[in-house]
Structure formats: C-alpha cells, structure tokens
C-alpha cells in the first residue's frame, strides 16, 4: 500500500471517528437540556431568569460544540504534505476563533442583560460594583480576542514571509 494511500485511509478513519463522536456529544447534550427543562419545569417558582439563562447556556453549547466540529473536519480535510498546509490551518483556526468570540459577544451580552436584572433588588450603592465586575470580565475578554487576532494577522505574514523565501531558494536553485 502505497504511503499517500495509508494516510488517506487514517485521515478517513479519523474523520469519520470525530464524525460519531460529534455526534454522540450532541445527542447527549440534547438529551441532558432535555431533562434539565424537564425538571425545572417541575419545580415551583423558579424564576424565568433561570430558565433563559439555562436555555442560553444549552444553546451557546450546542453552537461551540457545531464550530468545534467545522475545525476539527477542516484541520482533517488540509492536505498536510502541501507547502500551503500551516497557512490553511492557521485560517481554520481563525474561522474556529471567530465563530467562538461571535458566541461570546451574544453571552455578554445576555450577562449585561442577567447582571442588570440580578442587582436590581440591591442597594443602590452595590450596583456599580456588578457593573464594574461585569465589564471588567467582558473587557478582558476584549483584549484576549484583540491580542488572538494580532496573533493570527502576524502568523499569516510570517508564513508568507516563509514561502517566499521558500520560493526564491527553488527559483534560484533552479537557474
């Protein structure tokens, strides 16, 4: 069996392994907000807050874990023995990444959202300490999100900085 072959043959199998996998992950998780709607529906007086808060946290699971699926089959499908394979990776990641912080802009701003209703029955003296909690938290994330694309941007240009050279040497080797 030829080597191109045998590597087809494990990236297949590794493919379709993540493929089941995902797919397990996601039935229980369906299954699991199932039960927990169920049993909070049981329970009296649970306030509504509770019951979107759950229902975000179930849903923004369900959207990671569909984003994490897509990378981990676009890492499978890069042709790794190809000269471009670390630059399409690095733009799998940064789709993946983006799909994540497009997840996080949507819970902070349900977070703002819970924060403000949560501190409404505090005194009025303890309410800019959430706020100020709540914006610390969402600004730090801001600049981790900054600073992975900064990451990203530089990468790219290092990898193409790298064929280019990469590039030149053939060419001049060849003349």
Same mark, same amino acid.
């Given at each position: #069996? ?41 329970? /009296?007086?649970? /306030? ?7 229902? #975000? ?28 394979? /670390? &630059? ?8 993946? &990444? ?15 959202? #819970? ?12 309410? /800019? ?21 900064? &990451?990203?941007?530089? &990468? ?20």
């Amino acid at each position: #069996m030829e080597a191109k072959e045998f590597t087809k043959q494990i990236v297949d199998f590794n493919k379709n392994a993540a493929k089941i996998s995902f797919d397990t992950i996601s039935a229980f998780s369906s299954q699991a907000a199932k039960l927990t709607n169920s049993l909070i529906d049981i329970v /009296p007086n649970v /306030p509504e807050e509770v019951k979107k808060t759950t229902d #975000m946290v179930f849903k923004e699971q369900q959207k990671a874990l569909t984003n994490l699926e897509g990378y981990v089959q676009g890492q499978l499908d890069i042709d790794w023995t190809s000269d471009e394979a /670390p &630059s399409k990776s690095i733009d799998v990641l940064q789709k993946f &990444s983006s799909q994540a912080f497009a997840q996080a802009e949507t819970i902070k701003k349900e977070s703002k959202q #819970m924060a403000d209703k949560a501190t409404e029955q505090l005194p009025e003296e303890a309410k /800019p300490l959430v706020t100020i909690w709540n914006d610390a938290i969402n600004n730090g994330f801001s600049l981790f999100q900054d600073s992975l694309n900064k &990451s990203f941007d530089l &990468s790219k240009e290092l990898l193409n900085k790298q064929a280019a050279a990469k590039a030149d040497t053939k060419a001049k080797a060849t003349k």
